[in-house]
């Protein structure tokens, strides 16, 4: 399946900034539009729209015969702007925020001639950018689902991208190297314990967690751009639904979806803690707002290693009979 690419003119950022044209490149999998409940599925930070398929990031949840079946539903996903698709950067970062993206994500589904959603779903910053899209588009979609994600950057978030932030433009090695950083945030030392367990690589005479982390920085920075790296940074940092002023409650209040968090009980990056807050703040106003905590000993990156455990948690939303 070839990515394909809309383009969207006239486009003005929250901050001010006009774009006379910004390519919106995506991938679609499944039904025809038009034909099936359409399933958007916003991707991570280094991930992109290939989100099924021999090489798609979340192929054992989405495609034919599985949770998400590619035999029964429209799957849209679009590649965040500036993520090094077909080679798309932006020199300015700070012109965008996460919810600028949401914006030309509703643009795309305008375009595409898509006006609700069966479900709206997101890992990690593609969560956020979910949340952002609800935000500006209340009643888009009938299932609203991020996953290890948030409606904001907290202190910890915007702490780890600021570092994030330095390393990309003081390192000699900075994808590399801020890869090296991110996996620590991504996964968890019970996680790192159970797999390396303090064991050397005989061959290079080093430990295996650092043949490990060395060997996933020099991944990312053999398909990965600096500009692309540094724009989806920025975006991490820049999620907040309450940025017009309104506060979550009064937004989140208004969203007509059925909300599913789905937290990881030890996930160091979007903590649990975040989204059980998120339930107390919200539930007095929402009824239909539903808590679901995946248990995993490796952390943020969970929802992309225990497969199983996120498909008993989406079954009964996706069976077809919906």
Request: hydrophobic share 45%.
């Given at each position: 399946?070839?990515?394909?690419?809309?383009s969207i003119?006239?486009f003005?950022?929250?901050?001010?900034v006009?774009?006379?044209?910004?390519e919106?490149h995506?991938?679609q999998?499944?039904?025809?539009?038009?034909?099936?409940?359409v399933?958007?599925?916003?991707h991570?930070?280094?991930?992109d729209s290939?989100?099924?398929?021999e090489?798609?990031w979340?192929?054992?949840?989405?495609g034919?015969?599985?949770?998400?079946?590619?035999?029964?539903y429209?799957?849209?996903a679009?590649?965040?702007?500036?993520?090094?698709?077909?080679?798309?950067?932006?020199?300015?970062?700070?012109?965008?925020?996460?919810?600028?993206?949401?914006?030309?994500f509703?643009?795309g589904?305008?375009?595409?001639g898509?006006?609700?959603?069966?479900?709206?779903?997101?890992?990690?910053?593609?969560?956020?950018?979910?949340?952002?899209?609800?935000?500006?588009?209340p009643?888009?979609?009938?299932?609203?689902?991020?996953?290890?994600?948030d409606?904001?950057?907290?202190?910890?978030i915007?702490?780890?991208?600021f570092l994030?932030?330095?390393?990309?433009?003081?390192s000699k090695?900075?994808?590399?190297?801020?890869?090296?950083?991110?996996?620590?945030?991504y996964?968890?030392?019970?996680?790192?314990d159970?797999r390396?367990?303090?064991t050397?690589?005989?061959e290079s005479?080093?430990?295996?967690?650092?043949s490990?982390?060395?060997?996933?920085?020099?991944?990312?920075?053999?398909?990965?751009?600096?500009?692309?790296?540094?724009?989806?940074?920025?975006?991490?940092?820049?999620?907040?639904?309450?940025?017009?002023?309104?506060?979550?409650?009064?937004?989140?209040?208004e969203i007509?979806a059925?909300?599913?968090?789905?937290?990881?009980?030890?996930?160091?990056f979007?903590?649990?803690?975040e989204?059980q807050?998120?339930?107390?703040?919200i539930?007095?106003?929402k009824?239909?707002?539903?808590?679901h905590?995946?248990?995993?000993?490796h952390?943020?990156?969970?929802?992309?290693?225990?497969?199983?455990a996120?498909a008993?948690?989406?079954?009964?939303?996706?069976n077809?009979?919906?």
């Amino acid at each position: 399946m070839k990515v394909q690419t809309l383009s969207i003119s006239n486009f003005k950022t929250h901050k001010g900034v006009s774009y006379d044209s910004i390519e919106l490149h995506y991938h679609q999998f499944g039904q025809a539009i038009g034909n099936a409940p359409v399933v958007l599925v916003n991707h991570s930070l280094t991930g992109d729209s290939i989100v099924c398929g021999e090489k798609g990031w979340w192929n054992e949840i989405i495609g034919e015969g599985q949770t998400i079946d590619t035999n029964h539903y429209t799957i849209l996903a679009f590649n965040i702007p500036g993520n090094g698709m077909l080679g798309q950067t932006f020199s300015s970062p700070k012109d965008f925020h996460a919810g600028d993206v949401a914006a030309l994500f509703l643009v795309g589904l305008k375009v595409l001639g898509i006006t609700n959603l069966f479900a709206l779903i997101g890992g990690s910053i593609g969560g956020g950018i979910a949340w952002e899209m609800a935000a500006l588009a209340p009643k888009l979609t009938r299932f609203l689902i991020p996953v290890a994600a948030d409606w904001k950057a907290n202190d910890w978030i915007i702490a780890n991208t600021f570092l994030q932030k330095r390393i990309l433009e003081n390192s000699k090695n900075p994808l590399e190297d801020a890869r090296i950083h991110a996996m620590l945030t991504y996964r968890t030392p019970k996680s790192f314990d159970y797999r390396f367990g303090r064991t050397l690589n005989e061959e290079s005479g080093i430990y295996n967690i650092e043949s490990w982390l060395l060997h996933h920085g020099k991944k990312l920075a053999s398909r990965f751009s600096l500009e692309a790296y540094l724009m989806m940074n920025h975006l991490l940092s820049r999620i907040n639904i309450e940025r017009s002023g309104r506060t979550a409650v009064q937004i989140i209040q208004e969203i007509s979806a059925e909300i599913h968090l789905i937290a990881i009980d030890s996930d160091l990056f979007f903590t649990a803690l975040e989204d059980q807050k998120t339930m107390e703040l919200i539930k007095p106003v929402k009824e239909n707002i539903f808590y679901h905590e995946l248990r995993s000993i490796h952390g943020h990156d969970a929802f992309l290693i225990e497969n199983e455990a996120v498909a008993q948690i989406l079954r009964p939303l996706f069976n077809p009979k919906n």
